[in-house]
């Protein structure tokens, strides 16, 4: 049966070369189109269509070949485009497209309202919010010499104070992380209150939004909101993405791969193996702008005491919803891409489609 087929396409735009991994086919013959399909034909007769995440072009090789040593009947077809597109943003993680809710994103909206997922209350409006502003990202410093050979205009920001090094915001501004908005405490009033440890609750439904900063602002999770606006659908930000911009900022930062997540009883060890890769998994669904995860709950064998393993308190939530991302993932990939070593292999796009 057709549905026996498994499968798994990769292209990496950096080699401009696609691969696809055929699994539980036989004697396969193949199909190419310049519109970005491929159909494969079984010895038996059976069909598979596959749509690739991204259209090679024209090609200038292609070849398939069966998997030596796999028990299992197992193809490897590789396409080599004709031309490699460079597309910038899939390349660098300074360039990465920003996360859904940013400033631009938000000024377009038509009385935009940001509002407690549980029970609708205003938490940022018109009311409270006079000016949006980016955050500068949290390791702002360590990019200064970055943007100082490059000076990109938008993130500039003005109310950074480089002397004392730290936030100054005034009451109704709001800055905007890649997963969060924070502001003065007294932004909120009325509309949070602060419990004993730090945490900020709804005042309406005393559900617990936040908390303070070290520097006695509070910080929402934009997954503990709903967006409305007047000509906009409601919209919620996946929980799971908090992950994928703290494992953003770590590589950002100091451009480690290695990232142990932890929360309260849970921890989790990430390689950032790739990214910027297109994948169409067997399932049909294709993914932008990848990042290639290996992950571990246990100490993965080849860390060394060498490696440098950042780690990260991250919120049991997104914590939890992203593990279960990574799995659903794992579980359809050909079994010969499941796992390298003790890692299990999976794929997560770097910003909300
Ligand atoms: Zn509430
Ligand atoms: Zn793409």
């Known amino acids: 049966m057709a549905d026996s087929i498994g499968f798994l396409v990769e292209y990496l735009p950096r ?3 696609t691969s696809v991994v055929l699994d539980g ?3 396969p013959s193949l199909k190419y189109s310049d519109l970005g399909k491929i159909t494969v034909q079984d010895g038996r007769g059976e069909r598979l269509d596959i749509t690739l995440p991204y259209n090679p072009g024209k090609l200038k090789s292609k070849r398939l070949v069966r998997v030596s040593n796999s028990n299992k009947d197992e193809y490897l077809l590789i396409l080599k485009s004709e031309e ?36 609708d209350g205003d938490i940022i409006d018109r009311g409270n919010c006079s000016r949006l502003n980016e955050m500068p990202s ?9 943007w100082h050979c490059h000076k990109p205009q938008d993130k500039t920001s003005e109310f950074y104070s480089l002397q004392k090094n730290s936030l100054s915001p005034c009451v109704k501004e709001i800055l905007i992380g890649d997963s969060f908005f924070q502001a003065v405490e007294e932004t909120f009033d009325g509309r949070t209150a602060v419990l004993d440890g730090n945490l900020a609750m709804c005042s309406n439904c ?7 900063t070290s520097d006695r602002m509070l910080r929402i999770p934009k997954w503990k909101l709903r967006l409305k606006s007047d000509d906009c659908q409601e919209d919620v930000f996946p929980a799971e993405f908090e992950v994928i911009s703290i ?5 950002r930062a100091n451009s480690t791969r290695y990232i142990l997540l932890r929360s309260d009883d849970i921890q989790l060890y990430i390689w950032l193996f790739a990214m910027g890769i297109e994948v169409t998994l067997a399932n049909g669904r294709t993914l932008h702008n990848c990042f290639k995860i290996f992950y571990s709950d246990v100490i993965p064998s ?13 919120d049991k939530v997104p914590l939890d919803k992203f593990i279960d991302a990574l799995e659903t993932t794992n579980s359809i990939l050909p079994s010969s891409k499941q796992r390298f070593g003790t890692w299990k292999i999976s794929y997560f796009p770097a910003a909300v489609e």
């Open 206 to 212: 005393k559900k617990i939004l936040g908390r303070r």
């Open 15 to 17: 080699i401009g070369t």
């Open 247 to 251: 494992l953003l900022n770590c590589n």
């Open 138 to 146: 949290e390791f702002w410093m360590e990019l200064m010499d970055y």
């Open 302 to 314: 080849n860390i060394g005491f060498k490696a440098n393993v950042d780690e990260e308190q991250v």
């Open 25 to 27: 086919i036989k004697e």
């Open 84 to 119: 490699v597109r460079m597309d910038k943003s899939h390349n660098d993680v300074l360039l990465m497209p920003q996360m859904k809710w940013n400033k631009r994103q938000l000024n377009g909206l038509k009385n935009f309202r940001l509002c407690c997922l549980k029970c």
